[in-house]
């Protein structure tokens, strides 16, 4: 009766891991396509009243046409001029909106170049100066061999506190920054992954 207890409870459980994360990742795409399509909607149904376009193509043309668009103001900030006129633009008018900075902060930390981060790389610290660990980023080093450091809270990374250590409690790690930031959004998911070529974790002296 135990064994069968036990059987019936871990093919539960092994279904319910299987079928889970699928369902919300479904789930999860499924409202990404409905916010987009009605962010998206006034501008399909121009296209299906003035060019009779299927729905799902419309919404496929109007997809590309806001894609492309991008690749426009990123080749254009790239000039000499643009990027000119997107610095005033920003410094005065869209940093006075509320939440800006952190949106745009995060949005560079998830997308953004290695050159862009103010981050210049990632380490395992450990603040208390004993076991435990933090993930971190290295903000700065100085010449007594201290390091700066930024802690982030997850989920969102651009809360945190920042420390000032002795390097023999900083560990630095070669991941990239976008993978570790990735990893503090979803609460510590993956980072299994990310370390797990590092060995164990390093211990203090």
Same mark, same amino acid.
């Given at each position: 009766?135990?064994?069968?207890?036990?059987?019936?409870?871990?093919?539960?459980? /092994? /279904? $319910?891991?299987?079928?889970?994360?699928?369902?919300?990742?479904?789930?999860?795409?499924?409202?990404?396509?409905?916010? *987009?399509?009605?962010?998206?909607?006034?501008?399909?149904? %121009?296209?299906?009243?003035?060019?009779?376009?299927?729905?799902?193509?419309?919404?496929?043309?109007?997809?590309?046409?806001?894609?492309?668009?991008? +690749?426009?103001? /990123?080749?254009? $900030?790239?000039?000499?001029?643009?990027?000119?006129?997107?610095?005033?633009?920003?410094?005065?008018?869209?940093?006075?909106?509320?939440?800006?900075?952190?949106?745009?902060?995060? $949005? *560079?930390?998830? %997308?953004?170049?290695?050159?862009?981060?103010?981050?210049?790389?990632?380490?395992?610290?450990?603040? +208390?100066?004993?076991?435990?660990?933090?993930?971190? +980023?290295?903000?700065?080093?100085?010449?007594?061999?201290?390091?700066?450091? +930024?802690?982030?809270?997850?989920?969102?990374?651009?809360?945190?506190? *920042?420390?000032?250590?002795?390097?023999?409690?900083?560990?630095?790690?070669?991941?990239? $920054?976008?993978?570790?930031?990735?990893?503090?959004?979803?609460?510590? @998911?993956?980072?299994?992954?990310?370390?797990?070529?590092?060995?164990? @974790?390093?211990?203090?002296?």
């Amino acid at each position: 009766m135990d064994k069968l207890k036990s059987f019936l409870k871990t093919s539960l459980l /092994g /279904g $319910v891991v299987v079928i889970l994360p699928i369902a919300i990742l479904v789930s999860v795409t499924l409202w990404l396509f409905n916010l *987009i399509s009605g962010l998206i909607e006034p501008l399909t149904r %121009f296209l299906i009243k003035d060019s009779q376009l299927n729905e799902y193509i419309a919404e496929f043309v109007v997809i590309s046409l806001i894609l492309a668009t991008c +690749f426009f103001v /990123g080749v254009l $900030v790239r000039t000499r001029l643009g990027g000119f006129l997107y610095r005033i633009i920003e410094s005065r008018i869209l940093k006075l909106a509320p939440g800006y900075s952190m949106i745009k902060e995060t $949005v *560079i930390q998830v %997308f953004g170049s290695k050159s862009e981060s103010p981050f210049s790389s990632v380490a395992l610290a450990q603040i +208390f100066c004993n076991e435990t660990q933090v993930t971190c +980023f290295i903000t700065d080093k100085h010449e007594n061999g201290m390091y700066t450091l +930024f802690v982030p809270t997850g989920p969102n990374p651009t809360s945190g506190l *920042i420390y000032h250590l002795d390097e023999k409690y900083v560990h630095p790690i070669d991941i990239p $920054v976008q993978d570790a930031m990735r990893s503090i959004i979803s609460c510590g @998911a993956g980072t299994a992954k990310l370390l797990r070529k590092y060995g164990p @974790a390093t211990r203090p002296d």
